[in-house]
């Protein structure tokens, strides 16, 4: 078993001191490593804990000491206390605007969802066929915070932003030919895009958009 103090500092009191619990990035840690950091929190249910980025190896690290933790293959996250909280603050809409995308558009779906917000989400909406996101436009501007996940040109926060009220937490990701760069050119994109309300968070961090919608729909 690996010692937990010769690897991570957990910070299990984040929730009460921010309002939103710590998430354990899994990329780059050996499944040993995520286990011990699972059963460290296994005796804290009262905090949600995320583990993000995780393969299928990790999956079974954080299974073999938290059995009921929920797991997202396609997102590649699970969560522990599985139960989804109950719904505060605003609702939060997420788009994918390809299947392509959806990896990053879950990842940011269920990061919403565990930090308390009702989200949704709509996919296979990019600007190749504008009509499809004209088709949503109800659910759009009902939304109180909206995260665009899109590689290739990175161009649908922009027009989404130009339709509705709330603001726009754009997610480039690295889907897309080689002059997309691995997501550089939508993530430049969505820097520039042209209609205001626009916050840009990293390449493929579904995560970090998740967390930044939460934060803007919460209860103040």
């Avoid at 991570?8 to 009460?16: G, H, P």
């Amino acid at each position: 078993m690996t010692d937990l103090s010769s690897i991570a500092d957990l910070d299990l009191d984040r929730t009460a001191r921010r309002g939103y619990p710590e998430a354990v990035y899994c990329a780059g840690k050996t499944p040993a490593q995520v286990s011990a950091i699972a059963a460290a929190v296994r005796d804290r249910p009262d905090v949600v804990t995320l583990f993000t980025r995780a393969t299928a190896d990790h999956a079974a690290a954080v299974h073999a000491e938290l059995p009921d933790a929920h797991h997202d293959p396609d997102a590649g996250l699970l969560a522990w206390p599985p139960a989804v909280p109950p719904s505060s603050g605003g609702p939060v809409l997420v788009v994918a605007a390809g299947t392509s995308d959806l990896p990053v558009a879950r990842e940011a779906l269920l990061t919403a969802r565990y930090l308390g917000r009702d989200a949704t989400l709509i996919v296979d909406v990019g600007v190749a066929g504008l009509h499809r996101i004209l088709g949503h436009l109800p659910a759009l501007r009902a939304a109180h915070a909206i995260v665009i996940a899109a590689g290739m040109d990175g161009a649908l926060p922009s027009v989404v932003a130009g339709l509705v009220t709330a603001p726009i937490v754009a997610v480039p990701t690295s889907v897309g030919y080689g002059a997309a760069f691995g997501g550089l050119a939508p993530l430049l994109a969505m820097l520039n895009a042209c209609a205001p309300g626009v916050a840009v968070v990293n390449i493929d961090n579904g995560y970090g958009a998740g967390h930044l919608a939460a934060q803007i729909t919460a209860v103040r």
